[in-house]
């Protein structure tokens, strides 16, 4: 089973109008964070905002926000006033076991956005 | 301050090659991971190095290995190339300190292909 869906594969945005990205996610560990990052046609991976599985509040980072439903497994990441530069792939990932060794994030197939002027 | 880096940005090898990436972290961080991101997915885990020590391994065979240097840098090397090879690495640091939040932070990655 995909630890990580992501059931959009591409999507357009107006300029200055906000977008949601849908991201659901599978796990039986009650420990666990979920990340998105940005992914420019450069190809470096950005951190754009983290939201940890005790977390009682959605997490935000300026024109970002996470739309967190735990019990639904769902972490949607909401981008407000699209910019231009906001074109490129998204990623959600996840890690489980937070206090557990190692680090390995599990990523989704990613959303890609094309911000229209 | 730097962010992580990574040598060389591009490499052509053929089959039945070895290749050797390497990648510097953020000073300060004692973590390194590897992914390996074929073209129209998501990246994939191989390898994490926290103080020199091998912490994780994702689900690739033996030919890929990888070690981490006193000063935290770290290389992959990959054996006997095949054309499925063929992707973009990438390369994240972190303080993997143990804290709730411990954000990975990729480096600009290596393209990769095997002819």
């Known amino acids: 089973a995909q630890k990580i869906t992501q059931t959009q594969p591409g999507m357009f945005v107006q300029e200055k109008e906000a977008v949601t990205l849908d991201c659901t996610y599978d796990?039986?560990?009650?420990?666990?964070?979920l990340f998105w990052y940005k992914q420019p046609s450069s190809g470096e991976m950005i951190f754009l905002i983290y939201q940890g599985s005790y977390d009682q509040q959605n997490a935000t980072e300026g024109r970002y926000s996470l739309n967190f439903q735990k019990a639904r497994k769902s972490a949607n990441l909401v981008i407000s006033a699209s910019q231009l530069g906001d074109s490129a792939m998204y990623f959600c990932a996840m890690r489980e076991g937070v206090k557990a060794a190692g680090n390995k994030l599990t990523f989704g197939g990613g959303t890609r956005v094309l911000v229209k002027p | 301050d730097a962010g992580v880096t990574q040598s060389p940005t591009h490499l052509i090898k053929t089959r039945g090659q070895q290749v050797t990436l390497r990648c510097s972290p953020i000073s300060g961080h004692k973590s390194v991971s590897w992914y390996q991101q074929v073209l129209g997915q998501g990246p994939q885990f191989i390898f994490q190095?926290?103080?020199?020590?091998?912490?994780g391994r994702g689900n690739f065979p033996d030919r890929f290995s990888a070690r981490q240097f006193p000063n935290y840098s770290s290389e992959l090397n990959v054996n006997a190339l095949l054309l499925g090879d063929s992707a973009l690495y990438l390369c994240?640091?972190?303080?993997?300190?143990?804290?709730?939040?411990?954000?990975?932070?990729f480096g600009p990655g290596t393209r990769l292909t095997v002819l």
């Open positions: 994240a640091s972190s303080t993997h300190s143990g804290r709730a939040i411990d954000t990975q932070y």
């Open positions: 796990t039986s560990d009650p420990s666990y964070g």
């Open positions: 190095y926290y103080e020199k020590e091998e912490r």
